[in-house]
């Protein structure tokens, strides 16, 4: 168990429109303009220099996890995957919506539970690249988006994989 993470639950993060840096770059940025007047980010968990606006952001947590069940028997935050008490099961996703006007994307980095029969079948295909052929999974919304009202969590969603 991360417990950087743990401590880090709740803040969001992240993450450069760089592919190269994948979804290791989840703590902090420091934004600044550079001399030619662009804006970039350098990212505390990759330490690398970010051309544009961060394009990504997301929880490290389920918004139903407290750092209390970190102890419990059947609770588990992992970085793509979350069990609490071996009974609600989540999984990270990326909610992309497209930019208007442009070829860019923005990325919420979400959360949503699954059923626990969702839950492992999705494990089981989880290295799996047919996984895309498998249908979509019921799932809802677990993780309270900032300036959306009303709240985001427990919208109903479909989970692709």
Known sequence: MNTDALKEYGRPYVHGNRFSC?????????VGWRGDGRLEVLLSSCAELHDGPPLNYGTLAPVYWNADFADQQGSVLGEEQCVIAGEHF???ARLVLPITDTDGEFDWGVWVSLSEASFHRMSAVWDNPERVEEPPYFGWLST???LYEP???NLETKLHI
Do not use: D, E, K, M
Not at 22 to 30: G, L, Q
């Open 144 to 146: 309270a988006l900032p």
């Open 151 to 153: 709240t985001t969590v």
């Open 90 to 92: 989540f999984v990270r």
């Open 22 to 30: 994948r979804w290791a770059c989840r703590r902090s940025a420091a």
